[in-house]
């Protein structure tokens, strides 16, 4: 079995809120190929979650946001799955929430439905969820809304009944009006937002991007969504002053850049609010997993990774020096113009996909993964 999980990690009393999204637990089964054997997950029984139901810390509430196709009912599948309620196979083709014969029927969500999952927490030293028997476990209320616009009142509900929010993106669509709607739903009612960006698969297959040029493209993306929370951030700042009947041109623009609300809806792979993922393939991960696998394999230091590993730095593998990528110095070469999210992430994944699904070679590609990516 393949597993990224994926989490945000917070410590006291602020914890008992952000482990919303330690709630993201994307178990990757990958069914890109059909001669894959997939290995089930063990189903989570009821009396477990009964258990977990008589501790109060221990319970988190979300939902899944995003425009309609942009994949909320393929992730949630794939989540149920990870408890074994259905097989892995049939995660984004059972649309298990999609409960009426009319959702099945015209293939959107038009009600909002909820089930209850257990999350096993990954420990901090980036170990699988559920190697010790020490693990904690949560229990986590997930909610899948829907997306289209004629639905947005079970939308509304939904965010007021939840404290996180998974906002989903699809990459190639990017930002569009109903995920305009869904961030400003969550920002009212002060969810913890993390974005996901889906179908990361749909520039490997669909748009054949380079690797670099889908980094480029990932993050053109992310800056598209956070200039459209801090819009909105700043016009719900805006709106509080009002009704306080404080004079707007007396408040200074830096303190409102400094304001909690803008930091906490300020979108990064390296804080954890930004995970990738293809819910149709079953697959997604956050940064601390490379992180942490990257630690271990080359001896590189968590810190340093975290910082720059989503930015204009590469990395010798050799030397293991990292450098600031000048792209006008062209003393540079090839080698040194090549980011290390690139080098050390999309590179393998895009290795991968094209032996599993372009040239159809099922035991290199297994032996990839595990050379590059521990899988």
């Known amino acids: ?64 946001l995003a425009h309609v196709d942009h994949g909320k009912t393929t992730l949630s599948d794939s989540l149920v799955s990870s408890n074994g309620i259905i097989s892995a196979r049939l995660a984004g083709k059972l ?61 509304s509900t939904a965010a007021r009944l939840c404290d996180g929010a998974l906002i ?10 109903q995920t305009h709607a869904v961030i400003y739903k969550a920002l009212r009612e002060r969810m913890r937002p993390c974005i996901v960006l889906n179908k990361i698969d749909r520039l490997i297959v669909e748009l054949k991007l380079t690797p670099a040029e889908a980094f480029q493209h990932l993050r053109r993306l992310i800056e598209h969504v956070n200039a459209l929370a801090h819009t909105l951030v700043r016009s719900e700042l805006m709106k509080e002053l009002e009704e306080t009947k404080q004079e707007v041109s007396s408040i200074n623009l830096d303190d409102v850049d400094d304001h909690p609300l803008i930091i906490e809806w300020t979108f990064s792979p390296e804080k954890g609010n930004i995970q990738f993922a293809s819910a149709l393939d079953g697959w997604g991960f956050g940064l601390m997993k490379f992180i942490n696998y990257y630690h271990k ?27 600031k990528i000048d792209y006008l110095n062209s003393s540079l070469t090839a080698e040194q113009r090549v980011p290390m999210f690139v080098t050390l992430v999309l590179e393998p994944l895009w290795e991968i996909y094209s032996l599993l699904i372009l040239q159809s070679s099922m035991q290199p590609a297994l032996e990839l993964m595990k050379e590059k990516v521990s899988l």
Request: charged letters at 25%.
């Open 297 to 323: 394999k080359l001896g590189l230091n968590k810190g340093i990774l975290k910082k720059y590993l989503f930015d204009d730095y590469s990395i010798n593998l050799q030397t293991k020096k990292i450098i």
């Open 168 to 177: 989903v993106v699809d990459v190639l669509e990017g930002v569009c009006t």
């Open 1 to 64: 079995m393949i597993s990224f999980l994926f989490i945000r990690r917070c410590s006291g009393s602020f914890f008992q809120f952000s482990c919303v999204l330690s709630l993201v637990c994307i178990i990757i089964l990958l069914k890109v190929h059909s001669s894959l054997k997939v290995k089930e997950m063990s189903r989570v029984e009821p009396q477990q979650l009964l258990e977990l139901q008589n501790h109060v810390e221990k319970i988190r509430n979300f939902c899944i």
């Open 95 to 155: 649309r298990f929430l999609d409960s009426t014969e009319e959702e099945q029927k015209r293939g959107i969500t038009m009600h909002s439905s909820a089930i209850a999952l257990m999350y096993r927490l990954e420990d901090k030293s980036g170990g699988d969820a559920g190697e010790s028997q020490a693990a904690e476990e949560y229990l986590i209320n997930l909610v899948d809304s829907p997306g289209h616009i004629d639905f947005s009142s079970d939308v």
